[in-house]
């Protein structure tokens, strides 16, 4: 089955001191994947300036804005249309044997190939005493494991806005208890790294029917890498595998690799962000 | 100028036993390629050399070579101590200083690429991952990126000390954003003016045409399709503590000097803002630290970068010299796998030796090195300019048993080597008025281009002004020397 969304990015930054010279980059165009097709897009921002599409250091199609003019404000909208597949998140063999798939995650040419998602970056780190806080269950699979942290880590947290920001300490997530969806996300990497098992942050949009959390924002949700089946999205917010409500942007170590909005402004002052994310299904065939 | 006996510049040398000394050898005699430095000098007395000094002394002042040292409270500028009495190294010497920097610059050029690319050398088990893993400047963004040329390290400073036995040891390769070559042609300037007569009675190679050789090599790694390439220095600012350098390299390559804030980025272009609009800009010699080069990729604070010029680069429409990524093989850890990455990448034995190096990560090796403390020095893998070093027979209780719980907390962080005995050479100390031997190194300085390499015939005598001190930077209150390449 193929399902049709529109998305809307809109946000608006204002600078309370003013600016003569910024520049913004973007990172909220939906991935092009086996699942996702990008069908329409269209970006605007109401400085009259160009918006250029380039790509990050990851490979993912970013926008850049910059300006000359002075200002006290930008407002920027992405608008999308995409179709998405169904995905069935069940829909693959597992892997034999739970033994030989030990063996391979814990080889040295494994480990160096997946290096990217098996080093620990300062919100995927678990402090000593956190350590022990998940086991694996090695008479399981990799997979069944993933699922079961997945469990865990949406019952550990409680979600709740406004107590965690981009600053917040994955140590102060675990001991606090509660957190968005990415901090649910960094928590799910950190535990599935921890293991040995290759994970990384994703970040997209949550089409929200069916009273998901993660509504009106961007949303975060986790890859892991199942040997001889591939990268597996779980979304521990929602305690869900991915599936055809998740479209995904990019993803990265952790949140700053991903995140969706950068700038530099030459300014002093405080400035402020808001952002409003839509999705809406357009239409089922 | 009268010439008395007990007043001619060597009369109060002291030749300390266990030393080696570049001008004398055991026997106290002078070594063939000074023997016609000191018939000349011989005639002078140590006032003559005094005076010759301090002209060379003001004009440093009048040039305004000057340095800044990170954490003094005035953070003034300081001229760099140059000292008149030249180094001379003979030219089978330099030969093989020459193809030994060259063969480390080469290895470690493949050893970048591998890391960025198939990761051989770990799969193979020469180099361990840890070493990747751990390392800030491993950066994913060069990932299955292929740099101009497939030139990572463009330039490198590699640091050559000789040992009391006789050979020379390379003790830090320096490919990150290695300075010191404007003291070099400072050094030979003021030189040249101090002592015409005498440098005229040798064959000595030039170093005043690095500048010429970087900018060639730098623009044949120039974007595709650029003809002509528009080619700057880019620096952190004034108030960086090679800023002079920055500037000077900019003057002698004809180039502008850029910061941060005079290039922006459009559609994967990057240009220069100038008075008669924007210039493209093809190849940047940046003198500032990856992880502030770019805050859209790396540290998303910095306002030194450019931001977008991570992009542009990995379009291929600009070149960065040295590339994003280098400074994983600039690393005291990776210096310690260096005999078997050249092995492993050239097929060959290393030409220059390294020193033993113990790393605290292997827990053997840690407590050795705590058992042993007294006879290593102990590095820090990652900082630069000489700042964590402890040396151990210098250290007293206190501050073994501090240096000891650092390095048990931190085992990644730390690798130790036996104290070298650098050899020493015959100094001018001001305060003393006279010539004592103080121990010295070499920085050189290797370029890497299109199938051609350029080792500058020179590079920088680092003298530790302090007696016995081992710590040869600038910025520990380090001099230099003039350096002499002789032709064959």
């Given amino acids: ?285 | 100028m009268g010439t008395t006996e007990d007043k001619s510049i060597f009369s109060s040398y002291i030749k300390k036993d266990g030393l080696f000394d570049e001008v004398f050898d055991k026997n106290g005699d002078v070594k063939s390629v000074y023997q016609k430095l000191l018939d000349l000098y011989g005639t002078r007395t140590i006032d003559d050399y005094v005076n010759l000094n301090n002209k060379a002394k003001s004009s440093f002042f009048n040039q305004g070579i000057t340095f800044q040292v990170y954490g003094d409270k005035q953070s003034q500028e300081k001229i760099f101590p140059f000292d008149l009495f030249p180094r001379i190294i003979s030219t089978d010497e330099w030969e093989i200083i020459e193809k030994g920097a060259i063969q480390r610059n080469i290895a470690l050029n493949h050893f970048l690429w591998d890391v960025y690319h198939d990761k051989k050398i770990v799969k193979d088990k020469v180099v361990p991952i840890e070493l990747l893993s751990s390392s800030p400047n491993y950066l994913h963004q060069m990932m299955g990126v292929d740099p101009p040329n497939q030139i990572y390290n463009h330039i490198s400073g590699t640091d050559i000390i000789k040992h009391s036995d006789g050979n020379y040891y390379v003790l830090e390769d320096n490919i990150r954003c290695p300075s010191g070559v404007s003291y070099v042609i400072c050094n030979r300037t003021a030189l040249k003016r101090a002592l015409f007569g005498v440098f005229n009675h040798y064959k000595t190679h030039s170093v005043t045409n690095y500048a010429e050789n970087l900018l060639h090599l730098l623009e044949t790694a120039k974007p595709h399709g650029v003809d002509a390439p528009v080619t700057v220095v880019i620096t952190p600012g004034m108030f960086n503590s090679a800023y002079y350098e920055h500037s000077y390299l900019a003057k002698a390559m004809g180039v502008e000097l850029v910061e941060g804030r005079d290039l922006f980025v459009e559609n994967d272009f990057v240009y220069m803002k100038t008075t008669q609009g924007p210039v493209r800009v093809d190849v940047v010699y940046r003198r500032i630290d990856d992880l502030f080069l770019d805050p859209m990729e790396f540290s998303p604070d910095s306002a030194l970068g450019v931001p977008g010029i991570f992009a542009a680069y990995r379009k291929g429409n600009v070149t960065l010299a040295n590339a994003p990524g280098t400074g994983v093989a600039d690393d005291k850890a990776i210096y310690t796998y260096m005999p078997d990455i050249i092995k492993y990448y050239l097929d060959e034995e290393p030409i220059l030796k390294n020193v033993h190096t113990y790393h605290c990560s292997r827990p053997k090796e840690l407590q050795y090195v705590l058992d042993n403390i007294k006879d290593l020095v102990i590095k820090p893998v990652d900082e630069a300019g000489g700042y964590g070093i402890s040396i151990g027979n210098r250290l007293t209780k206190d501050e073994i048993e501090r240096v000891k719980s650092e390095v048990k907390a931190n085992p990644r962080k730390y690798v130790a080597q036996p104290i070298m005995s650098l050899s020493v050479h015959p100094t001018y100390i001001d305060q003393k008025e006279s010539f004592e031997q103080r121990h010295v190194d070499l920085r050189t300085f290797t370029v890497l281009g299109k199938d051609e390499q350029f080792v500058l015939k020179g590079g920088l005598t680092r003298v530790a002004l302090k007696e016995g001190n081992l710590i040869v930077n600038s910025s520990q209150g380090g001099g230099s020397k003039d350096t002499w390449v002789l032709k064959q």
């Fill in chain 1, 1 to 285: 089955m193929l399902y049709e969304y529109e998305i809307d990015y809109d946000t608006r930054n204002s600078y309370e001191m003013g600016l003569n010279e910024a520049f913004w980059q973007f990172l909220v165009i939906p991935e092009e994947n086996d699942t996702q097709e990008l069908t329409y897009w269209h970006f605007e921002n109401d400085l009259d300036e160009k918006n250029s599409v380039s790509e990050n250091g990851l490979g993912f199609k970013t926008v850049q804005v910059r300006s000359k003019k002075e200002l006290d404000h930008i407002k920027f909208n992405a608008h999308f249309k995409l179709i998405k597949k169904e995905i069935n998140p069940f829909d693959f063999d597992l892997p034999l044997d739970i033994n030989e798939e030990r063996k391979l995650v814990d080889s040295l040419d494994f480990r160096v190939d997946y290096e990217p998602y098996l080093r620990k970056t300062k919100f995927t780190q678990l402090l000593e005493e956190h350590k022990s806080i998940y086991a694996f269950d090695p008479k399981k699979s990799i997979f069944e494991n993933l699922t079961e942290l997945n469990h865990w880590a949406y019952g550990h947290l409680y979600f709740k806005t406004g107590v965690t920001d981009v600053n917040t300490s994955l140590d102060e997530i675990i001991e606090n208890r509660h957190g968005v969806c990415q901090d649910f996300t960094h928590l799910f990497c950190a535990i599935a790294k921890h293991h040995g098992v290759p994970a990384r942050y994703v970040s997209g949009y949550l089409h929200q029917g069916h009273g998901f959390f993660g509504d009106s924002q961007m949303h975060a949700w986790a890859e892991a890498f199942v040997p001889n089946v591939g990268w597996i999205g779980f979304d521990p917010t929602n305690n869900v595998l991915a599936n055809h409500n998740h479209i995904k942007v990019c993803h990265g170590k952790d949140y700053i690799d991903c995140a969706p909005l950068k700038g530099v402004v030459y300014t002093l002052g405080k400035n402020e962000t808001e952002y409003t994310v839509q999705v809406k299904a357009s239409q089922q065939q």
